[in-house]
């Protein structure tokens, strides 16, 4: 392809300086020949290399051209463009740009030349400039738009599946200006609950479909969203209708601006019965007693479970996950739904409560039982069993006696205690033996097992083995 840039062509020639190149010398002429390109070429009337003037760190595998045809060291699609380029400079015409290939040993090398016909057209100087790093820079440019069209099509894929889980969800969802509460998206489900014509509820105000008394309590959960990655929800009555919902709120960014995600759930209205005496029993239980739904999000706790978790009331609980006390994190309630999934029920669990964010809690047992099938609720029975543990009098521990005790431990105690058990029980089961073999010898047993005597009585003290008045007695 032609290119004009850098021609000769259309440019204001020389005016003054044009009489300082007729003193130009040979050794300027040629200095001047080696700096206007990368490479160049002295050529003859045919197009044989005469002469080459290059770097040859910058240029391997050129050496060796002169007596070599121009048209020989460039690939076949480039041969056209030397001719063309020669045949001009016979005839004198302005020459332009032209880029070919040329053959070596490391690929094809792309060089643009522009040749200037001399000493009335007997030869010809061939100005060559190197394209590679300009390859290089467009086959960055498109690798870099190839991964911006990547990023948009994923972007758009993105985008796609979250309109489609924004909008047919079950749940009325709006996105709303954390500084206005103007509503930027709300979903279809949303728009019914609003009782609003669809597609209406974008630049609205939400306090306008919420009742005046629920007003300041809707502030108080876009501050607390705002300062915090969770918060309770709080309840509201609508203005259409004077429906109740549970409302939560979620704060993020984007461009810079604060918005809010916030989700409506009806509050179904209780029932005007008067409280059974089950109910009352449950709530006056020593032990904890909390329901929850399918998720272990907190629906109903009793009094002792609010104690437990040092909360001021059920209010701040409800709605919240009951990971958030209960066992280590991802593991303890993973493998007690997974008990339920098999034996349908699961008892005596022990496990840890945790308060503050203290990871090692204290010990705690439970028993929680599952009704409705997967999309249904349960139910948990909590007692602190840690102080419990730590008032029993002092005592020879009850240790396991096999592999197979030791195994039932998982899901009572943490690997760490488990493995202090089996070293336990194999040191005693050694000891054991070792007495056998040596018919309660203790001084033989003690050679044998690679102890010293002293070492010997105090591991006998610890596992209850032998008569160990007799042992004080010495």
Not at 332 to 340: K, N
Not at 398 to 418: D, H
Not at 444 to 457: D, N
Request: with cysteine.
């Amino acid at each position: 392809m032609l290119t004009r840039k850098h021609s000769i062509e259309g440019k204001n020639p020389f005016g003054k300086a044009a009489e300082l190149f007729k003193s130009l010398d040979a050794d300027a002429a040629t200095k001047l020949a080696m700096v206007a390109g990368d490479i160049t070429l002295v050529l003859d009337e045919s197009g044989l290399i005469v002469d080459t003037a290059f770097d040859p760190q910058e240029f391997p595998g050129f050496e060796g051209w002169e007596g070599t045809n121009w048209i020989d060291t460039v690939t076949v699609e480039s041969r056209p463009k030397v001719m063309e380029m020669l045949a001009a400079a016979r005839r004198g015409e302005v020459q332009h740009w032209r880029q070919v290939n040329h053959v070596t040993r490391d690929g094809d090398t792309p060089i643009r030349y522009a040749v200037l016909a001399i000493d009335g057209g007997k030869h010809a100087i061939a100005f060559g400039r190197d394209m590679r790093e300009a390859g290089r820079m467009q086959q960055r440019l498109l690798q870099v738009q190839q991964s911006l069209e990547r990023d948009y099509l994923r972007m758009r894929q993105l985008d796609a599946r979250y309109r489609t889980l924004f909008e047919h969800s079950g749940e009325a969802m709006i996105i709303a200006e954390a500084s206005s509460l103007k509503i930027r998206e709300a979903n279809s489900a949303a728009h019914t609950l609003l009782s609003a014509r669809s597609g209406s509820l974008p630049g609205k105000k939400l306090p306008t479909f919420v009742d005046k008394h629920s007003r300041d309590p809707l502030q108080s959960l876009v501050g607390a969203a705002l300062s915090s990655n969770s918060s309770s929800p709080v309840k509201l009555a609508l203005g259409k209708g004077g429906t109740n919902v549970s409302a939560h709120a979620n704060g993020f960014i984007q461009e810079r601006t604060q918005f809010l995600l916030i989700r409506l759930e009806v509050i179904e209205d209780a029932t005007s019965q008067p409280v059974g005496p089950l109910i009352e029993l449950i709530d006056e239980m020593p032990d904890a007693f909390v329901i929850t739904d399918s998720r272990l999000d907190v629906l109903s706790a009793n009094a002792a479970f609010v104690e437990m978790v040092q909360a001021p009331s059920i209010d701040p609980i409800q709605g919240r996950n009951l990971a958030n006390w209960i066992g280590r994190p991802s593991i303890d309630l993973d493998l007690i739904e997974g008990q339920i999934d098999q034996h349908g029920c699961a008892r005596n669990v022990s496990t840890i409560l945790r308060l503050n964010d203290d990871l090692e809690g204290e010990q705690i047992e439970l028993s929680a039982v599952r009704v409705g099938g997967d999309d249904g609720h349960y139910a948990f029975v909590i007692r602190q069993i840690g102080r419990r543990l730590r008032d029993l009098p002092p005592g020879p521990s009850e240790m396991p006696r096999s592999v197979q005790q030791l195994t039932e431990l998982v899901g009572r105690m943490s690997l760490k205690e488990i493995v202090r058990e089996s070293t336990d029980l194999i040191e005693r089961l050694c000891i054991e033996a070792a007495l056998d073999y040596t018919s309660d010898n203790r001084a033989s047993a003690a050679e044998i097992l690679g102890l010293s005597r002293q070492s010997l009585y105090s591991k006998l003290h610890r596992h209850g083995i032998g008569n160990l008045a007799n042992d004080d007695a010495e």
